[in-house]
């Protein structure tokens, strides 16, 4: 199996399945013109995300790691008109092109961008939070990790992105990425798994856990 067959099957389920992924497209086009790293989350990811936040019926969302929004929008239309989201974004000019993509796509109005280091951020935030999707810099998971569970009640959903394809790196990343996923395995209070994933991304990964 290739990697392009796999963005092949990829593009094909976004067509067919994930059709209304086509909404979104304008905010990765906003990315690419604005030079952002090509590190969102693929169509069929976003979408689900967004039927993770719907099935957990999620009103409040917690994002760390924003880039220029595209993940935050998928999360920002499961929460609805009536939700909010608030997403963590560590650089400025990451947090104005998600700022005006959101805006332009009518959903600005749920989703509040705090700019900063997400463990400065952290600390000021209320919760509690319906779903908490982990994006940003892997060598802080294990504190993120920590964070979303004080910031949780019974029920929150956490996901953490890209936990595979580095797993077996060395270094900081891989070390945060596999500190978390042990935590995920061993804290009484999660209920969590992990599964493999392959697409246009390549082989990478997630995992999800349920706070009991
Ligand atoms: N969730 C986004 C999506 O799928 O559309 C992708 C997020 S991207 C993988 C990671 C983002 O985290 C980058 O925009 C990066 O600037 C941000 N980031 C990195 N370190 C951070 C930190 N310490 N605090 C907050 N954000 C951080």
Request: without cysteine; aromatic residues 6%; negative net charge.
């Amino acid at each position: 199996m290739s990697s392009e067959l796999w963005a092949g099957v990829d593009d094909y389920l976004e067509r067919t399945v994930a059709v209304d992924a086509a909404a979104f497209e304008p905010i990765r086009a906003a990315q690419a013109e604005g030079g952002l790293p090509d590190i969102a989350v693929s169509a069929t990811q976003g979408k689900f995300l967004y039927l993770l936040a719907s099935i957990a019926r999620a009103d409040r969302v917690l994002e760390i790691g924003t880039l220029g929004g595209y993940s935050t929008a998928w999360l920002a239309r499961a929460v609805g008109p009536s939700g909010s989201v608030v997403t963590l974004e560590f650089a400025p000019e990451h947090a104005a092109v998600a700022r005006a993509s959101l805006d332009a796509a009518g959903i600005g109005d749920r989703v509040d961008i705090k700019v900063g280091a997400a463990l400065d951020t952290l600390p000021f935030l209320e919760g509690p939070f319906d779903l908490v999707f982990i994006d940003a810099d892997k060598a802080n998971n294990r504190a993120y990790l920590d964070w979303a569970l004080r910031l949780s009640v019974p029920g929150t959903v956490i996901v953490l992105d890209n936990v595979v394809r580095r797993l077996h790196d060395e270094g900081p990343d891989a070390d945060g990425i596999r500190g978390a996923l042990e935590r995920l395995g061993s804290d009484p209070r999660l209920d969590s798994t992990a599964l493999q994933t392959v697409g246009i991304k390549g082989w990478d990964g997630l995992a999800i856990a349920v706070v009991r």
